[in-house]
């Protein structure tokens, strides 16, 4: 049987060594998740009729601040592209979120 529980990490540091740095993310932090990343479903709606670039996404928790985490792998250069379709679709007012880049804005 698959293991469809998020993975934890003790925190965001710890979430934040698994990104690659030829990527931009961003990140989605709710209060502690519902069973089957429920708590995100309506911009998992929105990534998965994204058509403009790659985009993956996944859902874990961070121990520390036992907070549920959305991280949405992004082609670097279109964060702001992805992050304008999901605003525009409405975000509830318990997330909080923001852009990471890993690599120095250009």
């Not at 069973?35 to 928790?61: A, D, N, P, Y």
């Not at 964060?79 to 409405?90: N, Q």
Request: charged residues 30%; hydrophobic residues 35%.
């Amino acid at each position: 049987m698959k293991d469809t529980r998020a993975p934890c990490y003790q925190s965001f540091e710890a979430i934040k060594q698994n990104f690659d740095p030829a990527f931009g993310y961003l990140v989605f932090e709710g209060k502690k998740a519902r069973k089957g990343g429920e708590k995100f479903h309506e911009i998992v709606e929105v990534l998965s009729g994204f058509k403009h670039g790659k985009v993956e996404w996944q859902t874990c928790s961070d121990g520390l601040m036992k907070r549920a985490v959305l991280v949405v792998k992004v082609e670097s250069g279109h964060e702001e592209t992805v992050m304008d379709e999901i605003m525009d679709s409405g975000l509830r007012k318990d997330l909080r979120y923001f852009i990471y880049r890993s690599h120095p804005s250009i």
